[in-house]
């Protein structure tokens, strides 16, 4: 699978996880870990770009609190706990202003699922905090394919090098109930409702 995303130097990418965790955290719009552009509790899929360490998370106070917040211990986060995703690929008129990164998305790691960069996840989506309630991170729920499975059942959709918006799917989502969400942010997701009840 081509990783354009994944070739940039590894002193831009440090860059671009800094902007993300403190930058874009610190402003009122929700949180880069608790949003996403389909519903929350849905599951969708993303792929790692970027693996965090124990000292970024808790130096970005904002995810760190709201990781707390949700229930897990600090002795919990580790290297790897909070990884940077992309939703869409490939490229765009500038690396920096390109949909793959605009659009990324944090996620929570738990304990117990290894990812390494590359590998496509699934994703229980979150929501923000709002008055009275701490919200729900993103939250990985497993890893479907792995970043040196050349020969998988997931690609970037359509199977077009030249568009610069193409999203994640995998032969068997239509049999599992995954729909595709149109408009500004397409998507292939599993609604919450077959996600709670297993179907």
């Known amino acids: 699978m081509k990783n354009n995303f994944m070739s940039v130097p590894s002193w831009l990418i ?3 996880l800094v902007n993300v965790l403190f930058l874009s ?3 009122t719009p929700p949180l880069k870990i608790q949003s996403d552009f389909i519903p929350a509790e849905s599951l969708r899929l ?3 770009v ?3 360490t124990r000292s970024d998370i808790v130096q970005a106070k904002p995810i ?3 990781i707390i917040a949700n229930g897990i211990n600090d002795a919990e986060i580790a290297d790897g706990s909070v990884v940077i995703a992309r939703i869409y690929c490939c490229g765009g008129i500038t690396q920096s202003a390109s949909s793959e990164v605009v659009t990324a998305r944090m996620l929570y790691v738990p304990k117990g699922i290894d990812v390494v960069l590359g590998d496509i996840v699934e994703v229980k989506s979150g929501n923000p905090s709002t008055s009275g309630n701490s919200g729900k991170l993103n939250m990985v729920t497993r890893v479907v394919q792995k970043a040196d499975q ?3 059942h997931c690609w970037w959709d359509p199977k077009n090098d030249k568009l610069w918006l193409r999203i994640l799917y995998c032969d068997w989502m239509p049999n599992e ?3 595709k969400q149109g408009g500004l942010y397409p998507a292939w997701h599993k609604p919450a409702i077959l996600n709670r009840s297993g179907n």
């Open 50 to 52: 970027t693996i965090g």
């Open 177 to 179: 109930g995954w729909i």
């Open 25 to 27: 955290s610190c402003a």
């Open 46 to 48: 993303a792929q790692v």
């Open 14 to 16: 440090f860059l671009f």
């Open 64 to 66: 760190y609190d709201a």
């Open 150 to 152: 050349n020969d998988g």
